[in-house]
Every structure is written in C-alpha cells, then in structure tokens.
C-alpha cells in the first residue's frame, strides 16, 4: 500500500475520542432515533477495523468514517423499508425523545407577557410539530430535516441519497404540505 501522506493513515485506537461525536450527529439527523445512530457508528467503526487494509489514504480519517456510515445508514434504510414494506405513517404518538427543531418559532404569537406561558406553549409546539414530522413518509421525513432543520445544502443531500434536485424539491414540497396540514388540525384549529 503506497501511502504518499503521513498524516492521511489509519488510528483506530483514537476513533471514538475524535469521531464519535462527530459521526453521532451525522447519524442522528438522517435517522432520528439516538439508539439507531449510536448502534450505526458502532458498526461503522467495526466495519473500519475490517476494511482498515483498504484504506489508501486519498481522503483523511473522517472523510473515509464518514463514507462508510453513509453506506451504513442506507443499509439500514433498506433493512427496515424490507421488513415494513413502503409504510408511509409512523404510529409514534406522544414520543418523549429530544424534540428537534425552531424553524417555525417566529410563528409564534409574540404578544404573551408572562414568560413561563410563553415556555410552555414553545415546548408544546415543538412537540407537536415533531409528532407531525413522525408522521411524514420515513423518507420525507429525512430529506425534511435535512433541508429545512439541519440546512444541508441541496447538492450534499442529492449526492448522498442519489436523488435529483427537483425529486428533492418535490419531496420537500410533498412534506410542507403534509405538514402543513398537521399543523392545521392539531395546532393552530384545537
């Protein structure tokens, strides 16, 4: 193996304590789940290990990390839309995890005084439009908050589920307006 840059070769022992983090909130935004994504950078590194002699040194460290959980979460989409079949609607009502998402704060009325109100309204909001986002088809779901939430940019999320740019605005699109909707029946007309 002819590696030309010393600084572009393999340090599997230091893995966890200088990409852990890093390959977590990859997976965390494209899966959604904490348990999914921490047991895909596991696999990941595991899989690092066993390919470890196929590394060449063309990308750093991370890069090479980085494309092997790619092609884990993918795998991992491919396992679970096998086992369901293509249902679109998550039953997870009331789910009690980390509630993603401020990309609809300025919406909320500003004219409330008392803070703690104020607060506890935010939280529910959030709540609900999360509960509506789990209701999105899984791949809505994902493009959804990677365009709107964690602001990807159109191309890195093309490349990465090889889709066009306009099948990528449809489904964004598609989402907004399933949510939208979502919105309109269990928030804004209760």
Not at 142 to 155: A, G, L, S
Request: overall charge neutral; hydrophobic content about 35%.
């Amino acid at each position: 193996m002819n590696r030309t840059d010393k600084s572009n070769t393999l340090s599997p022992n230091k893995w966890v304590d200088n990409y852990a983090d890093y390959l977590f909130n990859y997976a965390i935004v494209r899966v959604n789940d904490s348990n999914i994504a921490k047991d895909l950078v596991q696999e990941t590194f595991f899989a690092g290990l066993k390919s470890a002699k196929n590394f060449e040194g063309k990308s750093t460290e991370r890069t090479w990390l980085v494309s092997i959980l790619k092609r884990k979460i993918i795998d991992y989409y491919r396992k679970i839309n096998s086992k369901k079949g293509q249902a679109e609607v998550r039953m997870n009502f009331y789910d009690n995890g980390e509630n993603e998402g401020n990309w609809i704060e300025e919406r909320v009325p500003q004219s409330w005084n008392n803070e703690a109100e104020k607060s506890i309204e935010n939280n529910e909001l959030k709540s609900q439009i999360d509960e509506c986002i789990g209701h999105l088809p899984e791949k809505y779901a994902m493009v959804f908050r990677m365009k709107t939430i964690q602001e990807f940019e159109t191309e890195e999320i093309c490349k990465e589920l090889d889709i066009t740019p306009s099948n990528l605005w449809v489904i964004i699109h598609r989402a907004r307006t399933q949510l939208r909707n979502c919105m309109e029946k269990n928030w804004f007309n209760k």
